[in-house]
């Protein structure tokens, strides 16, 4: 499986942006994902997690109401709709996916900046 990232950016503090993370390889395979950031000097973090049909959503509190993750399991797409975006925001984003064998698969990371 292979993940690539795309859509971050520069945005001013109050401001949206929309992640994709395409899927590719064996993505019959794939079951829940998620979306971490790191932000510099700190530890990687969960931000959203998705079960495999989407049904299932959860997040950390920092983010809930704020941040929307989905995923097109046709297109083997996820997303993740950030609105209101705020300075400690600003982090490298990364997607993950685990398969049915639980093994973790991880994108490059795109960076987001939130600007004050």
């Known amino acids: 499986v292979q993940l690539v990232e795309s859509g971050g950016g520069l945005v001013q503090a109050g401001g949206s942006l929309r992640l994709s993370c395409a899927a590719s390889?064996?993505?019959?395979?794939?079951?829940?994902m998620g979306w971490y950031r790191q932000a510099p000097g700190k530890q990687r973090e969960l931000v959203a997690a998705i079960t495999s049909g989407g049904g299932s959503t959860n997040y950390a509190d920092s983010v809930k109401g704020r941040f929307t993750i989905s995923r097109d399991n046709v297109k083997n797409t996820m997303y993740l709709e950030m609105n209101s975006l705020k300075p400690e925001d600003t982090a490298i984003y990364y997607c993950?996916?685990?398969?049915?064998?639980?093994?973790?698969?991880w994108g490059q990371g795109t960076q987001v900046t939130v600007s004050s």
């Open positions: 390889g064996n993505t019959f395979s794939i079951k829940p």
């Open positions: 993950k996916a685990a398969d049915y064998l639980l093994r973790n698969f």
